[in-house]
């Protein structure tokens, strides 16, 4: 089974500052990582998704995560933070085909906040 | 707009009833998620569709169901509701069913009272 641990419910920034959004993550197999974001009263959207290959990948919104396998860690991060940046973060995995069917275990989100 | 579409928007009733949340998914998009999100439980994986077939069930109630139709929207069926039931009920769709990358709609916000 697979599981996904976000490390701190909220982080505060301010605007310009970098933004560093903790993911790590279980499984027994080869997974395929991704970071959601969701607006208030919206849905979830894909920030980007780690499947195979390079290991740094670059996302929508100027957002980027890096693979570490060996820390088994995904962590979300932006260089300056923007205040439309502000929304809650999900990190999730899938296992890599098999019988998962692209099914999603997320991690329980990040909120976070923007300072002027 | 991710082009999944979730009626109703919000819904609330009583204790003991019975809805039922539909889903139309992105235009060519085989496989339809439900996802369950609380406050105490986050989001929760409820049940798989492709093609109108079940393919994966994760903490699904056996007083909830769902199905997907020929045309390939779908219908949770939540019943002999409690309390404990009030969420956001997403549903999702993808093209291919084994990578992951969903596309979700907004939502339906049921209260139970």
């Known amino acids: 089974a697979q599981s996904v641990t976000q490390l701190g419910s909220h982080v505060s920034v301010s605007e310009g500052a970098l933004v560093l959004l903790r993911c790590n993550y279980s499984?027994?197999?080869?997974?395929?990582l991704f970071w959601y974001v969701q607006y208030p009263n919206q849905g979830l959207q894909l920030l980007l998704k780690?499947?195979?290959?390079?290991?740094l990948v670059k996302g929508i919104n100027g957002f980027e995560a890096e693979f570490k396998k060996s820390e088994t860690s995904f962590h979300l991060t932006k260089p300056s933070a923007h205040m439309s940046d502000a929304a809650e973060y999900f990190c999730?995995?899938?296992?890599?085909?098999?019988?998962?069917?692209?099914?999603?275990?997320f991690g329980q989100g990040t909120i976070l906040t923007v300072h002027p | 707009d991710s082009g999944v579409t979730q009626t109703p928007k919000h819904l609330i009733t009583a204790t003991g009833q019975r809805v039922t949340l539909r889903c139309s998914p992105r235009?060519?998009?085989?496989?339809v998620y439900w996802y369950q999100q609380s406050l105490d439980q986050g989001l929760q994986f409820l049940i798989q569709?492709?093609?109108?077939?079940?393919?994966a069930k994760g903490n699904i109630l056996e007083r909830f169901s769902a199905q997907q139709f020929p045309d390939l929207h779908s219908e949770l069926n939540l019943s002999s509701l409690e309390l404990g039931d009030s969420a956001l009920y997403f549903c999702?769709?993808?093209?291919?069913?084994?990578?992951?990358?969903?596309?979700f709609g907004e939502g339906s916000r049921l209260t139970v009272l």
């Open positions: 235009s060519g998009d085989l496989s």
């Open positions: 499984s027994s197999v080869p997974p395929y």
């Open positions: 569709y492709y093609n109108g077939e079940e393919r």
């Open positions: 999730a995995v899938s296992l890599a085909g098999g019988t998962s069917y692209g099914k999603l275990t």
């Open positions: 780690y499947t195979t290959g390079a290991t």
């Open positions: 999702a769709s993808s093209w291919t069913p084994n990578t992951g990358e969903l596309f």
